[in-house]
């Protein structure tokens, strides 16, 4: 089985 | 005040199309440059990012920068009352609650207008880092959508696997393995029906279909999809929304436990 990641933590909060 | 217009109804109900199953919400930032969207989807998967630029509408007018919050099922029984060649226009006072949705027949002898709440959605943009990206792979758009739909059957995931001989698509599960490769195209006389694949280095990322499938909706906007890829980052599917934009879609990858 594979986690999925989160998009969030590929990118940057303004 | 913000006024845009399009010649065709149809492209914003595809855009609508291409977006509601992943956002029951979203907010439209319009400036003089033209409208913004960007909202990660309610499980903070994927993320959506749509750019029509103001020299892509029939009339493009906006003073003053505009963020307008909008229920995105509300939006959708707006756009089914309007027949596909109207033109539709919308408009907004500055600092106004609502936006004005307008349809014109082509004759002008039905207009119809439709008066829709705005929402404060309070929406921060993410800030997208440049990629150099290992595969960017460009497809026929239905080739991919039926890729995409073939392979849900027999997974959750989907293998992407991009090397220089071309892209593999691999699904695996109880009922057993699917493999779904493409080469590259040699030469087409039609450039919507070519596979073009520009390596830097070979890339195999997992994804969740149902995201995938989602992203799909848009293939009525655009005969060709780019999939850009690079190991541990998100994939970036691209399709353009002829002479207006385009529209990306972000997923983050699947990894080991």
């Not at chain 2, 956002?23 to 749509?50: K, P, R, W, Y």
């Not at chain 2, 829709?116 to 792979?137: A, R, W, Y």
Request: hydrophobic fraction near 40%; proline fraction near 3%; charge should be negative.
């Amino acid at each position: 089985t594979k986690f999925q990641l989160g998009i969030s933590m590929f990118f940057t909060w303004p | 005040m913000f006024e845009a217009r399009l010649g065709q109804a149809t492209i914003l109900k595809k855009i609508l199309d291409a977006i509601k199953d992943l956002l029951n919400e979203a907010t439209f930032d319009c400036s003089d440059s033209g409208i913004q969207l960007q909202a990660m989807d309610n499980s903070h998967v994927s993320l959506v990012s749509l750019t029509l630029r103001s020299d892509g509408f029939d009339k493009f007018r906006c003073d003053r920068n505009l963020s307008m919050g909008m229920n995105l099922g509300s939006m959708a029984k707006i756009l089914k009352c309007a027949n596909n060649e109207d033109n539709v226009t919308m408009k907004a006072q500055d600092n106004a609650d609502t936006v004005t949705i307008m349809f014109e027949s082509a004759n002008q002898e039905k207009v119809s207008d439709y008066e829709m709440k705005l929402m404060n959605l309070d929406q921060e943009h993410l800030g997208i880092p440049e990629t150099d990206f290992s595969c960017v792979v460009r497809m026929p758009a239905m080739e991919f959508a039926r890729i995409c739909r073939d392979l849900a059957q027999f997974s959750e995931s989907v293998v992407i696997c991009c090397t220089k001989e071309g892209v593999k698509f691999s699904a695996s599960g109880d009922v057993g393995t699917a493999n779904i490769k493409l080469a590259q195209t040699g030469s087409v006389d039609k450039e919507e029906e070519a596979v073009i694949i520009e390596m830097q280095e070979p890339v195999t990322l997992t994804f969740a279909c149902r995201y995938l499938n989602a992203f799909t909706k848009a293939t009525p906007l655009s005969t060709q999809v780019q999939l850009s890829m690079c190991a541990d980052v998100p994939l970036v599917v691209e399709y353009a929304i002829k002479d207006l934009g385009h529209i990306r879609y972000y997923l983050a990858p699947k990894i080991e436990d």
